[in-house]
């Protein structure tokens, strides 16, 4: 709590004085449950009892204070039908976690590694896009970056070892998109494997 109202509010309060901050902690509770997904906005304006508008409008704020950032959807495919919703990378990952302990690990693993890649090639001043692929049958690349180095998509799994169907998804994804030359995956393991023109790395190598 002290965190929050040092470090997440302060800022808030000066930008946005006639914002009724207790009805946007809430919904800010329920922002930081969805670490690396599409936020079902229409949900959380309901369970909150307030207008959808007043929803955008506190993620708007969320997104101004760099607290959250959109990634949109990777939509030179012409071949897949694509969900157009972005999906959002929450920026404090641990208070993904405090605010919500049985929050699904896969998610926060996910979004703990985007945010850590988002951070590094913004340590280092590489100017970059990030999107996202998603396919209304389900089909998925975590991350894809898009900058003067090219275009690279990237898979994260909180796994040990990376296996054969992870392998071929990249495969079919870069098969899709013939302007990309070259993919990674990052999974929880140890070693580097290098599979055709996929890269597989330890997630420690970010850290």
């Known amino acids: 709590k002290q965190y929050i109202a040092t470090y997440v509010l302060q800022d808030v309060v000066d930008a946005y004085p006639r914002t009724d901050f207790v009805k946007w902690q809430d919904f800010m509770n329920l922002l930081f449950s969805y670490p690396s997904q599409i936020l079902p906005l ?3 304006a309901k369970t909150l009892n307030i207008h959808h508008y007043s929803a955008q409008h506190y993620l708007k ?12 959807i990777y939509s030179k495919s012409s071949k897949r039908r694509l969900i157009k919703s972005p999906k959002y990378i929450m920026v404090d990952s641990a208070l993904c976690g405090s605010l919500n302990p049985d929050i699904d690990k896969g998610y926060l693993f996910e979004n703990i590694i985007v ?3 988002l951070n590094i090639l913004k340590a280092r001043l590489i100017s ?6 998603r396919t209304a049958d389900g089909a998925e690349i975590d991350l894809i970056l898009k900058g003067d180095f090219g275009i690279v998509p990237l898979e ?9 169907r ?7 994804f870069m098969e899709l998109h013939p ?22 790395f330890p997630v420690s190598v970010l850290f």
């Open 42 to 44: 229409a949900t959380i």
């Open 61 to 72: 704020i969320a997104m101004t204070a760099q607290l959250c950032q959109e990634i949109p």
């Open 115 to 117: 945010s850590q890649i």
């Open 128 to 133: 970059y896009q990030p999107y996202y692929w």
């Open 156 to 164: 994260i799994k909180m796994t040990n070892e990376v296996t054969a």
């Open 166 to 172: 992870m392998i071929r998804k990249m495969k079919s």
């Open 179 to 200: 302007e990309i030359e070259r993919g990674a995956i990052f999974y929880n393991g140890s070693l580097v494997h290098v599979v055709e023109n996929i890269t597989i």
